[in-house]
């Protein structure tokens, strides 16, 4: 998707990686970005604009104990390099019960 310019200059790395997929760099619709949930937060039930797009959420930093994923209707634990995909027009949250960050990277394509 469109690049970020401010965002790349904090982790470039990321950009360059993400640059390589050329269909989503090229993609309008196509969007990359850090969540990070701060301890002890959620955000709350909520569903995307449209179902014309994926979203895969590759955790970064999981911290022990209580953090996940729920979407349509489907709770997924979160785990360390293991991408997961959603449609996120289906009603989507994620949560951190823990004492530490929460980071993913959340890819729309």
């Given amino acids: ?6 965002s790349c200059s904090k982790s470039p790395t990321l ?8 269909d989503s760099s090229n993609c309008k ?5 850090f969540v990070l ?7 709350l039930p909520h ?3 449209t179902n014309a797009r994926l979203r895969a959420i590759l955790p970064i930093n999981v911290p022990s ?13 979160l785990e360390e390099g293991a991408i997961l995909v959603i ?3 289906f009603e989507n949250s994620l949560w951190n019960e823990t004492e530490d960050d ?8």
């Fill in 1 to 6: 998707g469109k690049k970020k310019h401010e």
């Fill in 15 to 22: 950009c360059k990686i993400l640059k390589k997929f050329t």
């Fill in 29 to 33: 619709k196509c969007t990359s970005k």
């Fill in 37 to 43: 949930l701060r301890p002890n937060t959620r955000v």
């Fill in 47 to 49: 569903v995307g604009p």
């Fill in 65 to 77: 104990g209580m953090s996940g994923l729920k979407a349509g209707g489907k709770e997924m634990k």
């Fill in 87 to 89: 449609d996120d027009s």
């Fill in 102 to 109: 929460l980071l993913l990277l959340s890819v729309d394509f």
